[in-house]
């Protein structure tokens, strides 16, 4: 597609539920990245998949969060058991390598909030 | 680890005016590359400048520059001739250029609002 294509938008959720958030990078864009961002915080990384290459996954919170990339496009973020404390946005982004100095390009999110 | 600092979490500034908005970071490395983000209401994160840390020369985007002082370790945006649309939060974001992980290391951000 021609942009970073996140869905959904919003997700109201019950405490204790499973989610599951959606991420299309652009087409061929080889390392994608989950951040979170909490309100009145900045961007927090969660985890980062290149290509084959075993995903880095240094930012997950607690083993609640998982997240998979499918055949090197789409990835799932999958929150288990959610917590009020996970209420945030969540921001996905593509980059065409690790090493494009042009950043990335990332999508509009999606606000989950947990009630 | 690196750490981006925005300590200035909103401000304010007349439209056709100029603003300049602070960042200052921490880190060991001598290669690295620093970025500003904006984020309007739409939530998507758009690249406003880059500056790669070995260029002496401050980067500059059409109205928005940078005053890039690499021994301070800071990074401040500055934006002239201030528009209704320049309103967003603005976030200063650093990045490795070594290594095999190029994620980016955000600030809290700053809020800024443009006056009419």
């Known amino acids: 597609g021609a942009g970073v294509s996140q869905s959904p938008s919003n997700k109201v959720t019950e405490k204790g539920k499973d989610v599951e958030l959606r991420c299309d990078p652009i087409?061929?864009?080889?390392?994608l990245y989950w951040y979170r961002q909490s309100l009145g915080q900045g961007l927090e990384f969660l985890i980062y998949?290149?290509?084959?290459?075993?995903?880095?996954k240094s930012g997950l919170p607690s083993d609640r969060f998982s997240a998979e990339r499918t055949g090197g496009s789409v990835s799932t973020l999958t929150i288990q058991r959610t917590q009020q404390e996970d209420s945030a946005v969540y921001l996905c982004?593509?980059?065409?390598?690790?090493?494009?100095?042009?950043?990335?390009?990332f999508g509009s999110g999606t606000r989950l909030t947990v009630v | 680890a690196q750490t981006v600092t925005q300590s200035q979490p909103e401000m304010s500034v007349q439209e056709a005016e100029t603003v300049t908005l602070s960042c200052t970071y921490d880190?060991?490395?001598?290669?690295?590359?620093l970025f500003w983000y904006k984020q309007p209401p739409s939530r998507q994160m758009i690249l406003v400048i880059r500056?790669?840390?070995?260029?002496?020369q401050n980067a500059t985007e059409n109205r928005f520059s940078v005053n890039f002082q690499k021994a301070a370790k800071s990074f401040s945006l500055k934006i002239s001739d201030s528009q209704l649309g320049d309103a967003a939060m603005y976030f200063c974001?650093?990045?490795?250029?070594?290594?095999?992980?190029?994620?980016?290391?955000f600030g809290k951000g700053i809020t800024l609002s443009v006056r009419p």
């Open positions: 982004a593509s980059s065409t390598w690790t090493r494009d100095i042009y950043g990335y390009t």
């Open positions: 998949f290149q290509g084959n290459s075993a995903p880095d």
């Open positions: 974001a650093y990045r490795s250029a070594t290594g095999a992980n190029s994620k980016l290391t």
């Open positions: 880190t060991s490395e001598s290669d690295y590359y």
């Open positions: 500056q790669e840390a070995y260029k002496q």
């Open positions: 087409s061929g864009h080889t390392a």
